[in-house]
């Protein structure tokens, strides 16, 4: 008998993608004709962002070697904020051990102006010119989203020449950017390099189209955050990338017409003690919806 898990250890990552894409290709002919359409190359990057790894973490390059992802966003448990350059660098050359490039850092969460000053100092160490934050401060025990930092994010992003993504949240953080919209009603007359890391998932349990944010906000979209959804609300839980309700062949495609060029980072959030079966099937799935749209007309 062929379980679920004999089969994603009996097959590659790039393998899965023909396997978990037959929608996308109704027909022999259509996909004998798709086939021979030659592809092109999509202008972002597939990459991993580092908290799908936060149960796993010494595991995180081997993982992502297993299932051929090359970049990654840092989190502060693989490179902390206090790290040296020599600790950087000794970081970035186990990183290419694995065939791994570290293309930002984050998401860190900001309280307070030393933390925002903390974190630019940290990406410029780590030589990244992408930073995922969310400037908040305490209101009691909540979190609650701070305009009042973004006066010093506009600053320093100058200073730094690194660009700066606001993280949402979704319904379940309704206080720290749910949205896209909502990053967007406090940062679209501040610099340009202020911009989003738009988590798809959030955004979708927020009720709120991720393709139209895309279209909309492209020329703020510094990082984006993918994963699927079982549901358009609260209660919506994460889920292996083909089994979810969000259409992620409309969001390539969406991605491809901007002409985004950062990277799209698979942040799984499920089983988490054991996330490689459930991200190689994301990882594939997501390839195949890449091929498949790079080769659309």
């Known amino acids: ?14 393998a899965m993608a023909s396997t978990l894409v037959p929608m996308l290709s109704p027909s022999t002919s259509q996909a004998q004709e798709s086939a021979a359409k030659p592809k092109k190359e999509l202008p972002f990057k ?21 299932v051929d992802v090359r970049y990654l966003c840092i989190k502060d448990f693989h490179l902390k904020q ?3 350059p020599e600790e950087a660098k000794a970081f970035h050359e186990k990183c290419a051990s694995f065939n791994v490039t570290g293309y930002g850092v984050g998401p860190i969460y900001m309280h307070n102006e030393e933390e925002v000053k903390k974190a630019f100092a940290y990406a410029k160490t780590v030589g990244v010119k992408v930073l995922v934050g969310i400037p908040c401060e305490m ?11 973004l006066k010093l994010i506009d600053e320093l992003v100058k200073e730094y020449d690194i660009k700066y993504a606001i993280h949402n949240h979704g319904p379940d953080m309704p206080e720290i ?12 007359k501040l610099d340009k390099r202020i911009g989003l890391c738009l988590d798809i998932g959030h955004q979708f349990r927020d ?3 991720p393709v139209a944010a895309i279209l909309k906000y492209h020329e703020r979209l510094h990082d984006v955050h993918i994963k699927n959804v079982t549901a358009a609300s609260e209660a919506g839980k994460g889920i292996e990338l083909p089994r979810g309700l969000i259409d992620m062949p409309a969001v390539v ?6 002409g985004y060029t950062g990277a799209c980072s698979l942040e799984y959030e499920k089983d988490m003690d054991k996330p490689l079966l ?11 919806v890449m091929d498949a749209v790079s080769t659309e007309a």
Do not use: H, W
């Open 177 to 188: 950017f749910p949205s896209a919209e909502s990053v967007m009603e406090v940062i679209a």
């Open 82 to 84: 206090e790290c040296t």
């Open 278 to 288: 459930g991200i190689a099937e994301s990882i594939g799935y997501f390839r195949g």
């Open 253 to 258: 495609r969406a991605l491809v017409k901007v």
């Open 139 to 149: 209101n009691g025990k909540k979190r609650v989203a701070s305009t009042k930092l």
């Open 46 to 66: 597939l990459a991993m962002a580092g908290y799908s790894f936060n149960k796993v973490k010494e595991e995180s390059l081997s993982m992502m070697k297993q």
């Open 1 to 14: 008998m062929i379980t679920r898990r004999t089969f994603f250890g009996s097959v590659s990552a790039g």
């Open 207 to 209: 009720g709120k189209d």
